[in-house]
């Protein structure tokens, strides 16, 4: 770690830190957070000529307390004038966000897509930002270790500069205390950062917030990650050549879409993925024998994470393949089938009650058209709609009965899903290729967040990354819940 100072225009920058292990476009981001001036107009003189973006650092000779100076331009700032009508980059740019109608992108600092896409599909949840905004000013608990606390810091950090910001932000600390936290994300090849599976980075990020919130003394739910993405799961395991018989009772954030030449659809591969044949000692039997585990949910979460398991470990080539067979997934996903008896048999009513309710309101509004109804299927509200406290955020309870969705109990979740984030792999090993996240806005618009380049998407497209070539194709899938307010 290098310490240099940066003379840009008639100002000085001291103490301008350089971590050489990192390539100099990341440098440039930090130039770019002091002076405005994107890295791409940056003209940086070194020894040698121009400083560029891959260049080697050990070759350019930089010393510590080295002065360097910097050209270019900063973006200018549109002052907004004194009469006449208000442009929108005449407004503040928080106001800019909320008229632009999404957040803004996140630089890619060398390999870091798998990061700034989870990092995107994890922001459009407002109950998690919610939670963190307190547990930033709770302080950290005796209970929580200094790394998971930093980096529970970090996520609200960062999510509070998307929120903020029209331009790409750089996502520098967040970055580095990931890797402090898990060394695995900071492993180079060849000088560089290496690629990394996307669904790691969720799995470990998710597990230190559930950490953090969890221990928040300010926290009104000590379980506030597990009532957003807990699913609790029941199990019976049975072995048919003996007869025995056991149950379990677990709690998962995530289920899985395992494929296969039978999977065409989500649903199919959610059903595979729920019941698996293990091999254990059988205390009947006096040896090993054959079990098969049957698993059902028995409590549903506000936010459903689907994995479909596209990798697989290749002996052959030492690497994660990849399986490029189409699998279809909806807009809307009803997990009924998926349920255990007791679960639906909570779910009959507030399921029935709102196909009730919804089916007057269709019914009024195709009178006013048509006198003919054109289908049965009926839209039903989100469970988010009866849950606001007024302020925009939403209060969170761990749900006693698998149903209940909300601290007063009283809007229920029907196991009916709408789609609202889709985090997507390009290439052929979870270790390389691309990742970006799709993302639903509060607006209905959808969003492609390719590193710092947000791009307007249709929601007809969005179904379309289900896979069958080497275009981008679904790997988690976040579906919102439905309720009834009973």
């Known amino acids: 770690m290098l310490t240099v100072s940066v003379k840009w225009q008639k100002e000085v920058f001291p103490n301008v830190e350089i971590d050489t292990s990192q390539p100099p476009y990341v440098f440039k981001c930090q130039l770019y957070d002091l002076t405005g001036v994107p890295p791409e107009r940056q003209k940086i003189m070194v020894k040698g000529g121009l400083l560029k973006d891959d260049s080697d650092w050990k070759t350019l000779g930089v010393k510590q307390g080295q002065k360097l100076m910097m050209m270019g331009t900063a973006d200018e700032i549109v002052k907004a004038p004194e009469k006449g009508p208000v442009f929108m980059e005449d407004l503040p740019?928080?106001?800019?966000?909320v008229a632009l109608g999404h957040s803004a992108g996140l630089f890619n600092l060398g390999n870091t897509c798998y990061m700034n896409s989870t990092v995107q599909c994890l922001h459009s949840v407002p109950e998690l930002k919610s939670a963190l905004v307190k547990y930033s000013q709770s302080g950290r608990s005796n209970d929580v270790d200094q790394s998971s606390h930093m980096l529970t810091v970090a996520t609200s950090d960062l999510f509070n500069d998307l929120d903020k910001s029209v331009k790409p932000v750089a996502p520098m600390q967040f970055w580095m205390l990931l890797r402090k936290k898990y060394p695995q994300f900071g492993q180079l090849h060849n000088g560089s950062f290496m690629q990394q599976d996307a669904e790691e980075c969720w799995t470990q990020l998710l597990y230190t917030l559930s950490q953090s919130l969890g221990s928040s003394t300010i926290s009104e739910n000590p379980d506030t990650v597990k009532a957003l993405f807990g699913i609790d799961i029941v199990s019976r395991i049975h072995c048919q050549e003996s007869g025995e018989e056991s149950s379990e009772a677990e709690s998962i954030y995530s289920l899985k879409c395992h494929i296969s030449q039978e999977v065409n659809h989500l649903l199919e591969g959610l059903k595979h993925g729920l019941k698996s044949e293990l091999e254990k000692a059988s205390p009947s039997l006096g040896r090993s024998a054959i079990y098969v585990k049957e698993s059902r949910i028995n409590g549903l979460p506000r936010y459903l994470t689907?994995?479909?398991?596209?990798?697989?470990?290749?002996?052959?080539?030492?690497?994660?393949?990849?399986?490029?067979?189409?699998?279809?997934y909806p807009l809307e996903l009803d997990i009924y089938d998926l349920c255990s008896d007791d679960l639906r048999k909570k779910l009959e009513a507030p399921r029935k009650k709102l196909r009730d309710e919804e089916g007057k309101k269709l019914g009024l509004k195709a009178s006013e058209k048509s006198s003919s109804s054109k289908d049965n299927d009926v839209k039903m509200m989100d469970a988010e709609g009866s849950t606001s406290n007024g302020s925009g955020e939403s209060s969170i309870a761990t749900s006693q009965d698998g149903v209940t969705a909300d601290a007063d109990k009283d809007t229920h979740l029907t196991g009916v899903y709408d789609l609202v984030a889709v985090l997507t792999h390009k290439g052929r090993s979870a270790d390389s290729g691309h990742y970006v996240a799709w993302v639903k806005q509060e607006n209905g618009k959808w969003i492609e967040y390719d590193d710092d380049n947000p791009i307007p998407q249709r929601e007809e497209d969005i179904?379309?990354?289900?896979?069958?070539?080497?275009?981008?194709?679904?790997?988690?899938?976040?579906?919102?819940?439905?309720?009834?307010?009973?």
């Open 93 to 97: 740019e928080e106001e800019q966000v």
């Open 463 to 486: 179904t379309k990354l289900s896979g069958g070539g080497d275009w981008h194709m679904a790997y988690i899938c976040m579906y919102k819940a439905r309720g009834f307010s009973m």
């Open 306 to 328: 689907i994995q479909f398991v596209r990798f697989f470990w290749k002996r052959e080539s030492n690497q994660k393949a990849k399986i490029l067979r189409k699998v279809d």
